[in-house]
């Protein structure tokens, strides 16, 4: 039977692969298990963060060609007291009771520019995510609690180069790219999940609805690829081992109690221990929280999803009691305005 | 007997006073009793931040002569999601049972530059401790919850005027010639208070030994002055009313437990409701927290302060699900290294 | 016969006006006969920066009533080594020669957010330019050199405010309003002076279509306002007086030599000396200067506005040997993409 | 006899190796032949600017083995209308006419980060420029036009590993190491050219006493090494090629004077073209230009060193006409208190 195991390392900096070097070293993780590695770089996650190319070159040096059919998902900023890490998922083979976290991955092929934050996004990113499915075994989308998608940006020599060729992209304005891409990917998992239906996804203004969103996509842009990057995340009968997984939707960046109602379902603090976390984070567009005004829209200086990921990293670091936790930034279409979803992986003791 | 009023004002912007001139004119404030405004503006809160004194003159232009009695400590950063606001604090007279918040303030005279961050720094603010104290009626040190400073920094100017003169400053970096201004600032409370006594003052190492703190010390500097600005809180059962004060240390940026215990003392959610919160954030010098690595102190495009604020900002307004809360940055000697002191307010049902 | 006085007067912050209040007291500025300040504050010039409402706020105050009727165009952002300064201009009476520099001014009334960046807007200014020059007395347009406009922006709360009305404004991006409202200001400017034809201003994509564009416009954002206050520069026979302008168009942000040529045409260096520069600055859509890459508009952590005006500011001081320029940012419609107008302003030694 | 052959290389991204690998494949350049590589990147050029040692991670990449014996200074931060470039410098034999342009390199042993910033990093700097010369074939210092060298700053975790050994380095600050850094290195130069002498090194107040400098030093900190890079750069009889150099000091920011002036003597315009402009860029300390006031000091949203190189960039970019220049930040002890060295290389037409 498969069963995932997941280790979350430290990194000292972008490059830092001295830890998933020590570990495989000591046998304690195989690379060629390896199904995905997530990271948190302490770039600022926007356009120019170079940092989380800098991550995948790092690791593609030390695990070599292995890292191949490995799906690596960088996501910038470590904004707040949040700490840059990677977490690595293996599928080993293992006799044991289910159910337990199964997981699957699948990289897509590439975007043209143009077609980022379009409908044609949406389609690529669905299939991903329904190929990724197959292949962690889980038959219904029900059973999946968490896709995370690493999507693509436009910089400005992707923007030129698409108006050489006469065409024209969604935007102009690079960062804006990264909240379209993210958005067409969230609107592809919700499409593939079930969360909206094949008219809803065809009639959806990427980027501009906030009604229309997916309670389980976790949607991060980088510069350094024009295809998605794709990992599920669920529950399977067919799975084995220590590690569960559960979901919630946070309503807003102060939202903790569904994170909490989440951990006390895997039993996080009676016998299990909080594995990993992941979440998404945003500003909400209404420019307030509650009704009480936020200033992250207005803030030239510094990007509203730095400020989401600090404060969002601030509200789950205060809950849980750790700060590597996967705080992603810029929740288009990834639950509702100013929310996010969040996934939560426990180890049971056993 | 004396009883302090407190209202929390939703500002718009820096010089927005509508809220306080509309609560004037509904009689629910009276300009002539009020003794104490503080406010948390939308600038960056470190040097080049002109919101304080913007917000500080729109707010003598709205009460005129009266304000010139009113201690007025403007404290720069809303980042995440945090809100720009201001508590006014008024002293009115009314019988009633004790004990009670009692208020006092001071103003001190100017410091000259080259003795900011020094020995005559912390001499002058303990003096004024002392003098607001006595304004409030607070008779034992024990008795004083919270004490909020405004503190000068130094500007290039004013670091150029004073080498003109042959002397020099304890800094030319103006970024931390907030910290070290803070710092006296904080010693000097501590010393007021008995926190520490006269011979660790005047052996203090400002800004260097994070041993040496307050746990009731708020400082927050400002360009617009070169004195400081006091106000002491505390319980007092000379004074009467519905608001009541407790404080705690938090242990590093999310140890939110200690906050969790003291609503709880003030039967915060149980007859009473969360009327002001006032804490200090800052980024530990470990570069870690609880062992995990943090990025804070090596960001050059974020001030440490900022990231500080926006991720304590987090971890309090997930835990009260209030984001008007007065977060501070830089914690020098307020609170363990990392860590910060925190005053909460609460209002009974009377 | 009419004559214009001009003062660039250094500041050392935002609302430092001691250095107008001197010369007021000395004489040399007659209150009354101002009608237009220029000020550059050292805020980031983009949507959260307060320091050109404080500016203005501090020049009321100073100026009392008598300010009603001054236009007072504030525009942010002194970086590298430029210098926060004001610039006076006075309309005094004096018998003499003409030709010399002729101003005039108008004030508009305030546009309706979703009006900001529409053919509305451009109609407002074109009307407010034309009221302008009536002022100065210009009759041919021929005779403008440059006209200063500043012009309203969108923040989160004029956004949300518009949509409660089921209103659309033309960006939700707060950023990217400013760049709308300058464009579309600056258009206005084009057809007053005939730089475009009723048709072509009636089919613009305002904020796309980098070849529409005025050779004489310098438009800058602001939030304190929701009209527009323009500043109309020209040469009269009908004035007289040492002053004298002339314009030229930077045709990239490196291009010195037209400026050097409007000097040398003035005589500047040959019994003339500079008085006042005012130049726009802006990142070239292309991502590119000369075909060479830049990277500007890549840049997540610093606004390409402040980019702009720091280089553009550093090849001007470069040629000038001053940095008490009037560089603003944003230049969209105003020069060719990537470039910017530039008004060269003279004293003659008479 | 030795010929020195030079490419300035654009590059996309920091990791971008394409246009050398194009040049090594065209055989316009000899992988073996290659001393030396300069190069800009896009980061903040700060402490956490990561693109230099991703940069010099795909050099060595590219190159392999052979990319050992090359020195390469990598210095983040292409502010303004900057273009990120590489500067490629190879040693061939060729008989030809001198004098020409010579080159030699030296890369240190490493510090331990308590020596940062000391009279240890003086002396070591000072030794490497002696071996670099030796390897040159420069006998005299005067031939010398200019030293560039890469030196280390401190991160938190060095700070820490030092304090955790009982040591205490010169500043707990990350973004200061970087100045003390530079500093040291500068007056290493200038201790090995003999424009201090032993005496006047040992008594220097590192980053402190303006008055102390090299006219021919550029220093760049970066995280990735310990050690320092130095390539010395100047004109000998015994090397031949088209190549010539020679070097002025800027007194400040916008003194492009002496620029003009060296590109004269080289007969830049005349014959011979500009093959690479490298200078040094600061914000003077005593916060004014020619005795007009900058911001670069009091602004804490971006760091001097930024708005310096954009100034500095946009003022020798308008002389030149061109904007891929390697203008690198802070230059303490590098020229005069907010001027800096500049190295022209010209190309003569043969």
Redesign the interface.
């Known amino acids: 039977m498969p069963r995932t195991r997941l280790h979350v390392i430290?990194t000292?900096?972008?490059?830092d692969v001295s830890g998933l070097e020590a570990l495989i070293e000591a046998k304690q993780i195989d690379p060629g298990a390896l199904v995905a590695i997530l990271g948190k770089t302490?770039?600022?996650g926007?356009?120019?963060?170079?940092?989380r190319?800098?991550a995948i070159?790092?690791l593609k040096?030390a695990l070599g060609p292995k890292s191949e059919h490995i799906a690596m998902v960088m996501s910038g900023g470590?904004?707040?007291?949040?700490?840059?890490h990677l977490i690595t998922f293996e599928r080993l083979e293992e006799d044991g009771p289910g159910p337990a976290l199964a997981i699957g991955t699948e990289v897509t092929g590439a975007l043209v520019p143009e077609e980022l934050g379009t409908q044609a996004q949406i389609r690529v990113v669905a299939a991903g995510v329904e190929s990724a499915m197959a292949r962690a075994g889980i038959a219904s989308s029900e059973e999946v609690h968490f896709v995370q998608v690493k999507c693509p940006l436009l910089?400005?020599?992707r923007?030129?180069e698409t108006e050489a060729r006469g065409q024209r992209t969604e935007t102009?304005?690079?960062?804006?790219s990264m909240a379209l891409s993210r958005g067409a990917s969230a609107l592809g998992v919700a499409l593939a999940l079930g969360e909206i239906d094949q008219s809803t996804a065809e009639a959806a203004e990427i980027g501009k609805d906030p009604a229309i969103w997916s309670g389980r996509a976790s949607c991060s842009a980088g510069?350094e690829l024009m295809g998605h990057e794709i990992l599920v995340m669920g529950m399977s009968a067919d799975w084995t081992g220590p590690l569960t997984i559960d979901h919630c939707v946070m309503a807003d960046?102060?939202d903790?109690g569904p994170v909490a109602q989440a951990m006390a379902r895997l039993q996080i603090g009676q016998g299990a221990r909080l594995a990993a976390l992941l979440a998404k984070a945003e500003?909400s567009?209404?420019?307030a929280?509650?009704g009480?005004?936020?200033?992250?829209?207005?803030?030239?200086?510094?990007?509203a999803t730095?400020?989401?990921r600090?404060?969002?990293?601030?509200?789950?670091?205060?809950?849980t009691?750790?700060?590597?936790l996967f705080i992603s930034g810029g929740a288009e279409h990834q639950g509702p305005d100013g929310g996010g979803p969040v996934a939560v992986i426990a180890e049971r003791r056993l």
Chains 1, 2, 3, 4 share one sequence.
Do not use: W, Y
């Open positions: 430290p000292s900096a972008p490059d302490e770039g600022n926007c356009v120019n963060d170079f940092t190319a800098f070159a790092a040096g470590t904004e707040g007291g949040l700490s840059p910089t400005a020599e923007i030129i102009r304005d690079t960062l804006k510069s960046t102060i903790t500003a567009s209404t420019g929280i509650r009480t005004r936020h200033t992250m829209l207005d803030d030239s200086d510094i990007s730095r400020h989401a600090a404060f969002v990293g601030g509200a789950l670091a205060g809950l009691g750790q700060t590597d």
